[in-house]
C-alpha cells in the first residue's frame, strides 16, 4: 500500500472513530444532564416518614454511592473522548502514546478512546497490577510487624 493510500484509510478511519466518538459524547451528556437533574431531584433520596428498616435504609444508601460511581465513570468517558477528538484535530489519533506505532483498527473499533496499542497496554496493565500487589504486600508486612 502506497503512503498516499495509507494517509486516506487513516483519514477514513478518522472521520469514521470522529463520528462515534462525537455519537457517543452526545449521548454521555444527555445521560449526565439527567442523572445530575435526578440527584438534585432527589430521585433516590431516602425521607424520613418513608417506613424503612435498617437493611432497607442501607440498600438506599448504596444505591446512591452506585448512582454517583456511575456519573464520575461517564464524566471520565467524557473527558477520554474530548481527549481523542483533539488527538484526531492534532493527527496523533490511533497513534501510540507510549511506542508510536498504529493502534489497530479493531482496537480502535471496540474503544475508540484508546490511547496505547495492544501491546503496551498489556505492559501498562501488568505492571499496574505489579505495583498494587507489592503495595498490597508491603501492607500486610507492616500489619504483621
Known sequence: MTL?????????????????????????MA??????????????????HDIMDDIDASVATELISVRFNVMQMK????????EALIRIDDGRYGLCESCGAEISDARLSAMPFALRCTHCEGR???????????EGLTERLRWES
Open 4 to 28: 498516499a493510500a495509507m494517509d486516506r484509510n487513516a483519514m477514513g478511519r478518522n472521520q469514521r472513530c470522529r463520528r462515534v466518538l462525537e455519537e457517543r459524547r452526545t449521548t454521555l
Open 31 to 48: 445521560e449526565l444532564r439527567q442523572d445530575i437533574h435526578d440527584a438534585f431531584a432527589g430521585v433516590d433520596t431516602v425521607c424520613p
Open 75 to 82: 464524566g471520565d468517558a467524557l473527558v477520554r473522548i474530548d
Open 124 to 134: 501498562k496493565e501488568d505492571a499496574e497490577q505489579r505495583q498494587r500487589r507489592n
